[in-house]
C-alpha cells in the first residue's frame, strides 16, 4: 500500500513537468557505449515515454568503441592529438561504419512494439538525414587533422519539419560539407549546435559520471553558467566526461537553451528522475540571470526588514525583531536582483531529531509568480541535504496550499520536534506541514 500511495503521490507531483514539457523539444546526446553496453535498450522505454507526452525528441548518438573496434581489427592504432582524433582515409571508413550500425541498431530499439513490455503499442519514427553541414578542422600546430571537422551550420528547419512530423530525428557525429566530403564530428559539438539551432528547451548528456561531483563527492544538483565556469577554472583535475560535456552545457546556456543536464548513462532511469523529480539524478546547468542567492551577512538586514515587515504586519509572518533577527542572521539565505534583497529563506535544524524548519520564506511582491519562491525552497532543501536532515517541517497560517503543491503534507503538532511542540502558540493556531528529504547517498 505504501509503494502505491508513493507512486501515486510521484505521479501527481510530476504533473506540472508534463504540462511544461509538451510540445517542448529536448536534444539527448549519448556516446557509442550506450549501444555498446546494451543500455541503450532500456534508454528507449524511457525515449517512447517522452514522445508519449509530447516531447519532441533529437537523438545525437557518438560511435567511439565502435570505430576502436574496427581500427583494431584493421591493426590500426588510433591517433588524437589532445584528445581529438585525427581522421585519415581509413579512420574516416571506419568512423562511417560504425556510425552506420550504431544508427540501424538504434533504430531497431526504437522500433520494439512487444506485447507486456514498455514498448507495447509503440509507434516511434524515427527520421536521419544531412541535416549538419560541416568544415575541416584544417591544420592546428602543424597537425593536419584530415577528416576532422567542427559544425558549421545546422538545418533547423530541416529537422523542424521532421519534428513536426512526429518523428524522432536520429543525429550521427559526422556532417557533410556543400563539396560533398564527409567530417567526423564529436558527439557533444553536434548535440550542442543542434540545441542552439533549434532553440531546444533541454540539452541533456548522458555521461559515466552521475553528473558533476563535489569534493565529498556527491552530486551537485544545480549550477548557473557562470558557477560551471567558475567550478572549471578552479577543481582540477576533473573526471573526463565532465571536462567534455560541462563546458558544452555552458555554451549552450550562454545560447538559446535555458537548461543542459549531465547525468549518468548506468543508472537506469536517470533520465526521467531528473527530468521529472525535484532532486533529480545529475547535474543541472541553468542560464545565468540578474539573480544571486546566498548565505545572509548582517549587512543584509535592513533590507530583510523592509522585505518582511509587510508580511509580519499581515500576520503571514511571525514577528521578529531586528535584534533576534541579527542574532539568526547565520539561519537565513537572501535572493539578490540587482544588488537587492528580492527574496529570503531561513532553515533552522533540530539536532538529534534529523528534521529542520523552514521558515520565513518570502518574495518581494512584484516578484512572485516567477519561480523564485520555488528557487529559495529548492535551495534550503539542498541546504538540508547537506545537513543530513530527513525531513523538513513548517508552520503556516496562510500559505499552506503552495506548499502542499510542493510536496508538503499537512500533519498534527505531534509531528513536530519536541522542543518545537513546547514552542508551538495555540493563539496563532499554524498549520503544521511535514515534507520527507533525503540524504545523498
Known sequence: MTQSNDFVNWFRSAAPYINAFQGRTFVIAFGGEVVADGKFRALTHDLNLLESLGVRLILVHGARPQTEARLAARDVAPHYVEG???TDPVALGCVIEAAATVGFEIVALLSMGVADSPM??????????????ARPIGVVDGVDFQHTGLVRRVDAEGIRRRLDD???VLLPPLGYSPTGEIYNLTVEEVATATAMAMGAEKLIFLMDTPGVLNGRGETVSQMTAVDAERWLQNHQPHSED??????????ACRGSVPRAHLISRHTD????QELFTRAGAGTMVTRDTHDQLRSACLEDVPGLLALIEPLEADGILVKRDRTLLEQEIGRFSVLLHAGRIIGCVALYPFEGEDAGELACLAVTPEFRNSGRGDE???????????QGLHRLFLLSTRTGQWFAERGFEETGIDRLPQAKQALYNYQRRSKVFVKAIFSPT
Open 84 to 86: 581529438t582524433r585525427v
Open 120 to 133: 507495447a503499442g509503440s509507434r516511434m519514427r524515427v527520421a536521419s538525414g544531412n541535416f549538419v553541414t
Open 166 to 168: 512526429e518523428e524522432i
Open 242 to 251: 565532465v571536462a567534455m560535456y560541462l563546458p558544452c552545457a555552458v555554451r
Open 269 to 272: 532511469g536517470a533520465l526521467i
Open 376 to 386: 529559495l525552497l529548492r535551495y534550503v532543501e539542498q541546504q538540508a541535504r547537506q
